[in-house]
């Protein structure tokens, strides 16, 4: 599939543009009756991040208290970062990239304008950069917890080399941790295993802002048919 721009996020499809050329399952159907539409995201190891802001953004976009609550939300969250250890000017240029992102959807609150930043190579990977460093010293400042988790000597160990470096694909600990971050409540539907859909809430019990489908080790944003 072409995509628009730089090929980073694509413009919403139908849905069966997920679905196999052959006969769809029982599964791709079923995704079928909840979910209308699709936006692909580029499977260049950066998807859930990538896919996580777009689509937080997106469901915001036309509430100014909402964006301005994340634009609030991503300034406070140097504090954590410091606090785990990184010095400000490792992360201070990508934390201004997310904030300018913020504002520019503040000033017209266009999906035109997430899209075009979002298919900017440098803007939209600085996003990502931020929110892998974020996701690192969140797992770092509560590493009592997150330790139990983590499959590495240790939790430092872990972030270096696999969250915070671009183009590494994140676990489900990361997830839980870049949504607790930001107070940012997750839907995960999963399309692996066997015949049913597997639907995850981060943190479970909360009403999610956004909706990803995981398949084949890929994230992908979905959009929720409108009830009749």
């Not at 994340?70 to 997310?98: C, M, P, R, W």
């Not at 330790?147 to 590495?152: D, I, L, R, Y």
């Amino acid at each position: 599939m072409k995509m628009d721009v730089g090929g980073l996020v694509s413009r919403r499809e139908d849905i069966s543009a997920l679905f196999p050329a052959e006969t769809p399952s029982a599964k791709h159907k079923d995704l079928s009756s909840q979910f209308s539409a699709v936006r692909k995201v580029s499977g260049d190891g950066n998807c859930f991040y990538r896919a996580f802001c777009f689509a937080h953004l997106e469901s915001v976009l036309h509430k100014p208290r909402a964006l301005q609550r994340f634009k609030d939300k991503i300034i406070q969250s140097g504090t954590a970062l410091t606090s785990a250890g990184f010095d400000e000017s490792s992360f201070s240029h990508h934390q201004n990239t997310v904030i300018h992102v913020v504002e520019e959807c503040l000033a017209d609150e266009q999906e035109s304008t997430l899209f075009r930043l979002f298919n900017e190579q440098l803007i939209s990977d600085g996003v990502v950069q931020y929110l892998r460093l974020l996701t690192s010293a969140h797992l770092q400042n509560q590493a009592d917890f997150f330790c139990n988790f983590v499959e590495a000597p240790d939790i430092k160990v872990y972030c270096r080399q696999e969250v915070e470096v671009m183009t590494m694909e994140c676990d489900h600990v990361d997830i839980l941790a870049l949504s607790q971050a930001l107070d940012v409540s997750i839907h995960i539907v999963s399309m692996e295993g066997d015949e049913q859909l597997a639907h995850h809430i981060i943190p479970e019990g909360a009403e999610p802002s956004l909706h990803l489908v995981y398949q084949s080790s890929h994230y992908n944003i979905l959009y929720q048919r409108t009830p009749l």
